[in-house]
């Protein structure tokens, strides 16, 4: 079974320039959470989209936003990039079957962002 | 104060011995707690997760959650130069979404 991948794997832009992130997750996995990873500030939650519907939400900026699509993929917009934006951006996908307690994350390898 | 707190280490051991790691939190609204390991480069991927309070054994890995103290540990036993990783802590928050400690980065020489 393919894991949950990300494109691209890296990508160099500039302030001011806006990006766009795709993720597909593992097949027959519905929900798609994303996150930002700094050096300073760890693993932080952006947020998670379930059945095309952001779910939930993190303590991000407008500029940051997303969407799903009917098939799960999911894409990450950020508008307006600042230098700070510079990060790791992980996708993580989980089957989410309700009635389970516990639903596992897997996580994608990471679309690497720098902002000149 | 962050919701988790992990000390970023660095750490590094001998070959053969036994690693602790720790984190705290400060919030027990939900129940489980993870272990993920990442290996420079690539992606998150789940140790172990426990339910609420007590230990989960996993070959040579040991996951410790105490309530009454907010503590969550993981125990290496006989370390490996191929348990060097980056060993981050996390707790559901709410839903999907989970929170997690800074990371602590540990090598283990051979």
């Known amino acids: 079974k393919a894991g949950v991948t990300q494109t691209p794997r890296y990508l160099i832009k500039t302030r001011g320039q806006q990006v766009t992130l795709s993720c597909s997750p593992i097949?027959?996995?519905?929900?798609v959470s994303w996150y930002q990873q700094t050096p300073g500030q760890g693993l932080q939650f952006l947020f998670e989209?379930?059945?095309?519907?952001?779910?939930n939400k993190g303590n991000f900026p407008g500029r940051f936003s997303g969407r799903q699509f009917s098939n799960s993929r999911s894409e990450m917009n950020v508008s307006t990039l600042e230098l700070g934006d510079s990060a790791l951006y992980l996708c993580?996908?989980?089957?989410?079957?309700?009635?389970?307690?516990?639903?596992?994350?897997?996580f994608g390898p990471g679309t690497r962002l720098t902002v000149l | 104060q962050k919701e988790v707190e992990q000390d970023p280490g660095p750490l590094s051991v001998p070959e053969g011995a036994i690693v602790s790691l720790n984190c705290t939190y400060s919030?027990?609204?939900?129940?489980?707690f993870m272990w993920y390991r990442q290996y420079s480069r690539k992606g998150p991927e789940l140790l172990m997760y426990?339910?609420?309070?007590g230990n989960k054994e996993d070959g040579r890995f040991t996951a410790q959650v105490d309530k009454s103290s907010k503590y969550i540990s993981l125990f290496i036993r006989d370390s490996q130069p191929s348990d060097s990783a980056t060993y981050l802590c996390?707790?559901?928050?709410?839903?999907?979404?989970?929170?997690f400690g800074e990371g602590t980065q540990l090598t283990v020489n051979p």
């Open positions: 919030n027990s609204a939900f129940q489980y």
């Open positions: 426990t339910y609420s309070s």
């Open positions: 993580a996908s989980s089957l989410d079957t309700s009635g389970q307690s516990y639903n596992e994350q897997f």
């Open positions: 097949s027959g996995h519905r929900s």
């Open positions: 996390a707790k559901e928050t709410s839903g999907s979404r989970l929170t």
């Open positions: 989209y379930f059945s095309e519907t952001q779910r």
